[in-house]
């Protein structure tokens, strides 16, 4: 059996995240696959060449400014698709779902690299529109797959699923990532046959992916969330050795809100 590392990492501009990418990368910690969420260039503007002298394929789908998705990787995958593909597109969204999900197959190993909506507010239609997000998610994996497949569900999830999630939980019962319907849309999925890898590994509190650049020292503070996952199917929560956050990336000059979370398997 061989080990693999397998993160997710929401840049917030991947080419004005490239100095940070290409120092994680040639790191000893550097995974051998890594979904990205927010990239925020057109594919035309996608740094994919400087991704291939690091050594990693491309896959990517984006937007001017905002949303897009990408899997880099050492080995290049046998297939991918973009978006969720169900023939429920809402009106003027098929572009921005193609750019926040991504469904890549190394041999028999199954990545889903998803950036769900934010959902604005508990009364903006956006709201309602992250919670069917995640039925049509849920949706896609009852037909794509199996519980008993090697499945990871990756990426900037939008959601904060427990009160350890969060700093200050008792003042975030009404945001979008934390309000009950959404901690519910996601367990839906979840009960499809999900374990959460991350906390598998970390349970305690205090451990979080993303810091608010709008609260004032938020990162040295540790006022934070876990909006970042890892989650997978029983065989790959079995499989997996070890999760950890990139925290020195948070602390670098000119990061994005978010760092890295990376797991470890046996495969």
């Not at 993160?7 to 995240?17: D, L």
């Not at 927010?38 to 789908?61: A, N, V």
């Not at 969330?225 to 956050?245: F, P, Q």
Request: hydrophobic residues 35%.
């Amino acid at each position: 059996m061989s080990q693999i590392s397998i993160g997710t990492f929401n840049v917030n501009s991947v080419n004005a995240r490239m100095p940070i990418l290409e120092r994680f990368l040639t790191s000893e910690e550097a995974p051998e696959i890594l979904c990205l969420q927010e990239t925020k260039c057109r594919d035309e503007m996608f740094p994919e060449d400087l991704f291939k002298e690091l050594g990693y394929h491309s896959l990517f789908k984006g937007m001017k400014s905002y949303n897009g998705v990408a899997v880099i990787s050492k080995i290049e995958p046998d297939e991918v698709e973009f978006g969720l593909n169900d023939g429920a597109v809402e009106p003027d969204k098929e572009e921005s779902e193609n750019a926040r999900v991504v469904f890549a197959k190394f041999g028999d190993l199954n990545i889903l690299n998803t950036y769900i909506p934010q959902g604005k507010e508990i009364d903006h239609p956006d709201y309602q529109y992250k919670l069917r997000f995640f039925q049509r998610v849920r949706q896609l994996f009852e037909r794509k797959l199996t519980p008993k497949e090697k499945l990871l569900w990756l990426g900037d999830l939008n959601v904060a699923p427990t009160d350890f999630d969060v700093t200050n939980p008792k003042n975030k019962k009404n945001h979008v990532c934390f309000h009950a319907d959404v901690k519910n849309a996601f367990a839906e999925v979840m009960s499809w046959g999900f374990v959460d890898i991350f906390r598998k590994h970390l349970p305690n509190d205090g451990e979080y992916s993303y810091w608010d650049y709008r609260v004032k020292d938020a990162f040295t503070r540790n006022i934070g969330w876990r909006i970042d996952h890892i989650i997978g199917t029983e065989i790959m929560a079995e499989s997996s050795k070890k999760v950890w956050v990139e925290r020195s990336l948070r602390a670098m000059e000119r990061p994005s809100d978010h760092t890295a979370v990376i797991a470890s398997f046996k495969v």
